[in-house]
């Protein structure tokens, strides 16, 4: 075996503090379960609650193939520095799991905002592992995170690389190099071209126009690239399997 890797994705609200709809999750996500089926990948999903109970009928389809994980409940930043975040991570986790019927391990924070106390904090509420790591970042590759309880799945590169210019050769030349399990991390909202679906639905965009990481190439031509980037994977015979499965 050439690596070990997991695909996983953050399934919240289209743009958290932009956009409250959820086209990701009704017309994004289809699309990339049916990527994923095609290609046989079992992947790891971070939900939050408060999407888990908006749809709580799709939580029990992805947990038939697929790993449920917390995204915290309302996508507020859970750095475990108050009481508050121990009781909102016990909170999606219970939530997930009586929807799910699956043990919640994985943790990831909502817009990747951590600090060392986040760990203790998991351990508290009963996680084993947290993949918020982003290594692409000075101030998050300093941090000693991992505790006896709780494991650390660093993620490697922006997960919005892969729609920019480029970014598949980038994926393609570094990724391989990178330390296992190779974790990706992509978003629903992807899946849709961003701008013209919620400008339909009475979204004001005025916000996420001045984000090109939000919209650009999404839609099909984030799907194409995902699908090249699976099949690049795939032809080097690495194990791609969900986050809980690396544990051991
Ligand atoms: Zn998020």
Redesign the pocket.
């Known amino acids: 075996m050439t690596f070990k890797a997991a695909i996983t994705f953050?399934v919240?609200r289209d743009c958290?503090g932009v956009a409250d709809s959820h086209l990701g999750i009704t017309k994004g996500l289809p699309r990339l379960l049916k990527i994923l089926s095609e290609s046989k990948i079992s992947a790891t999903f971070f939900i939050t609650g408060s999407v888990a109970q908006k749809f709580p009928q799709l939580i029990q389809t992805l947990a038939a193939q697929h790993e449920i994980a917390s995204?915290g409940f309302t996508?507020t930043t859970l750095d475990g520095q108050s009481s508050r975040h121990i009781i909102e991570l016990r909170k999606s986790k219970q939530i997930l799991e009586e929807l799910s019927g699956q043990t919640v391990a994985g943790f990831r924070a909502?817009?990747l905002q951590i600090t060392s106390r986040l760990f203790p904090a998991l351990a508290l509420a009963g996680y084993r592992y947290d993949s918020s790591q982003a290594m692409w970042l000075p101030h998050h590759r300093q941090l000693q995170l991992e505790c006896t309880v709780v494991k650390e799945f660093p993620l490697l590169m922006p997960n919005v690389f892969l729609r920019f210019p480029g970014g598949l050769q980038v994926f393609q030349a570094t990724l391989l190099r990178g330390k296992s399990p190779l974790t990706l991390y992509f978003h629903p909202s992807e899946a849709i071209p961003m701008i013209h679906p919620l400008r339909a639905a009475g979204v004001q965009t005025a916000g996420l126009l001045k984000r090109p990481d939000r919209w650009v190439n999404t839609g099909y031509p984030f799907l194409n690239r995902l699908r090249k980037l699976l099949r690049f994977l795939h032809k080097r015979r690495g194990l791609l399997a969900p986050l809980r499965d690396y544990l051991q």
Request: aromatic share 0%; glycine share 0%.
């Open positions: 953050d919240e958290p995204h996508h909502p817009r």
